[in-house]
């Protein structure tokens, strides 16, 4: 008989955004859309060349607000809306497809594709707008300091006050579309199993961080991960006295 689960928390990575069009990292030999990642996600790589930094993530900004959730991204949103859970959603990715799809309770730490941030004072500009090396800063006024507000190589991961608790308190943690390469988001799974998490993966090939995990599914997110939430939910039913 399945757990009832009262906190859930739900770590994603690119894969989840694979059937939505969206290129994982490591699909093409560690190249981004086509771009080595020294070059456009490390903090040495902006400071080289902001010019092209600014150009690949504008770039990726257009394909991004262009694409669709697809149906794994919906089916959180309906175990959100029928699981009677405290269910939070820590993603890798810096599209915004989760809240396309009315996820709640999205924490992205690695950024926003659509978040720029000034370097002089910190605002955080949100735009689906070209961003450049001459863009001004709405609250300081001071030209040329915006940054994508993505998470380079190297930089401190956002949100991860909140993720420590949801780490410590959740019950079932649950991965998707991750390969486990990139830390600290690939140790996450190793404090919530300490603190007596079930764990579980949903992925197409064997990740590196796979004896971590109680269960492994292998497949499209996008077929195996609906299956899974109706199971949950269902499971609920079966539990009435829980
Ligand atoms: P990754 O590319 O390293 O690994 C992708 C993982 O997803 C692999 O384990 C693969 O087996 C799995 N996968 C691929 N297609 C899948 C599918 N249809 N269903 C289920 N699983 C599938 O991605 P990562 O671990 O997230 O690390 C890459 C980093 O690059 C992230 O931190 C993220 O910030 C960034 N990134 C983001 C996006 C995005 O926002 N959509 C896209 C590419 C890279």
Not at 67 to 75: I, S
Not at 106 to 132: F, M, R, S
Not at 201 to 221: I, R
Request: aromatic fraction near 10%; charged fraction near 20%.
């Amino acid at each position: 008989m399945t757990r009832i689960y009262k906190n859930i928390l739900i770590l994603t990575g690119a894969g989840i955004s694979a059937e939505s069009g969206l290129a994982t990292f490591r699909s093409s030999n560690g190249l981004w859309n086509n771009h080595k990642v020294e070059d456009v996600a490390t903090i040495e790589g902006f400071e080289r060349n902001p010019a092209l930094v600014h150009d690949f993530y504008n770039e990726l900004k257009v394909e991004v607000q262009k694409a669709e959730p697809n149906p794994a991204h919906f089916a959180l949103t309906k175990l959100q809306q029928e699981y009677p859970a405290e269910i939070n959603i820590v993603t890798q990715n810096v599209d915004t497809l989760h809240e396309k799809a009315g996820n709640k309770n999205v924490y992205h730490i690695h950024g926003q594709i659509n978040q720029a941030v000034c370097l002089n004072c910190g605002h955080v500009l949100e735009t689906w707008g070209d961003v450049d090396t001459e863009t001004i800063c709405p609250q300081c006024e001071v030209s040329g300091m915006m940054k994508p507000n993505i998470v380079f190589f190297g930089e401190n991961l956002l949100c991860m006050d909140k993720v420590e608790v949801f780490l410590r308190k959740c019950d079932l943690f649950i991965s998707i579309g991750t390969s486990g390469v990139v830390y600290p988001a690939a140790g996450f799974v190793q404090t919530a199993k300490y603190y007596g998490a079930d764990t579980i993966e949903f992925t197409l090939d064997m990740t590196a961080n796979n004896y971590l995990f109680d269960k492994h599914v292998l497949g499209k997110a996008g077929e195996t991960l609906p299956k899974y939430v109706d199971e949950l939910i269902t499971s609920l039913k079966k539990n009435p006295a829980e």
